[in-house]
């Protein structure tokens, strides 16, 4: 079993709080270190025994076997610069970002010569509950992370990084930058921003008061993930604008041919939609990959 | 305690079969006939004791006190016009439909001068699954009962209606058809077509296992009622096509300005409105309903 002997945890929120505490149930780390904006946020995290010390960043990353940096993605960017100079050449950087091509720019602009060291990664385990008291040793159980390496990484820091998220209890799937930024864009960011934009049109409603008092459960489901951390979702939307732009447009140019098809009151073809969404959801749900189509390899 | 002789329901899947067991289990009711299209379905209610025999349309509404109507809104003008020259003198009709003002013009036209014994009824309850399988006795625990009472109603029928619905652990509240329906346009039935788009879009595009397989629990909770019965919603789109059609020329304008704010790299707005719908969303979640605009009274 490998041994990380000090991790620093760069952001200690749900994500990176999370991951310290799996890490220390899989006995695989010595001294957990905390680094963060905000004071209180890290006494929590030590009084909880997430952290087992907090210091500064550039202390953290002179002594550090491992950084984690779990913030915000624009936030990155300053880090990368703050770290590079004090990295021991050992070393292993990763992220947790859910974009990744903005990270990889970053982190070759704040590495520089050092970018072998740094592994960019995806843990896909978000929660609409942000902050250190949300953590949990279990996050990352049966999830995916994925893995976007760079190429001047050697095998075994790509090695190093599986590890690490598999003692997580994650499994680990590779690829490019640009598919995964694509990939999250459909799936994880376009729902986000589709929740955010519907609650807040609610919400500045002048009967905002009746329509939330009559809002069910397919209402709060379809919207748990609107009351995720607004600067987190900021940084993303900003960061894999492109990728989200294109995905936006399809997405209105859907909305707008479902809206011809209600005003034209063409029953077939309203519920021949309603079909495809419900079989689909339904093979997904029941693990039926083979159900979908697959003509982009 | 007021007892139901006899109640017919018209459709046993999950509401309609619901309701016959919250009946049973507060021991209001006699017998419980079911009347369906399926008869393997009916056999099905009869097996799990959530009918106690099967009948037809006609025979069920001669003999029944109590007449719930719980098919897909687009078959009840059919049903109101069958059961119309049988229905007992003192028997009250009531549909659970999702859209009120077509089932009130459908039922007037069934029913003719009989428009009196029809209180119509819309339980918030909804759920992905369909079926009598599905069927739970405590399914409208804490959960709301919309009455949208015609002009003809005297004020027993009504009090009838509301406690039915309270003996099966519903809150009860009454408004008018038109407000019924341009709220859950709003609050249910546009959530549910963006849904339907969605899993549809992502189903149809070539690379769609690749996205499937990297959908996480985001996607999951904001899809869940793209797994919704088809029929059903076919219906809900059909017959609330105004109230529908805007609700999602709102939406459209409400996203094609988000997707301005993505599109300008407009950091300050993109982050105003996550927050402000992170903050209604916590609040509603809370119970604060008070957090809300009332400006429309």
Redesign the interface.
Known sequence: MFKIERIAIVGVGLIGGSTALALKRAGVVGEVIGVGRNAASLAEAKRLNVIDRACDLAEAAAIADCILIATPVRQMPAIFATVAPHLKANALVMDAGSTKQDVVAAARIGLDHKIAQFVPAHP?????IAGVAAADAALYKG??V?LTPVVENPPEAIARAEAIWRACGATVQAMSAEAHDA??A???H??????????????????????????????????????????M??DI??NN?EA??AE?????K???Q??EL??Q?D?AQ??A??????D???N??AGD??Y?????V
Do not use: C
């Open positions: 896909i385990a978000g929660r609409e999830k995916k994925v990939i999250f459909a799936v994880s376009l729902p986000h921003l589709l929740a955010f934009a519907l609650v807040d049109e609610f919400a500045g409603r002048p009967n905002a008061k009746t329509l939330f008092a009559f809002a069910a459960s397919g209402f709060r489901d379809f919207t748990r993930i609107a009351g995720s951390h607004p600067e979702w900021r939307a900003l604008r989200l732009l936006m447009d399809l997405y209105i859907k909305i707008g479902f809206r209600v005003a009151s029953a309203i519920e939609v309603m079909q495809r969404s419900h689909a959801k339904a997904w749900l990959l083979e979908f189509r697959d003509e982009s």
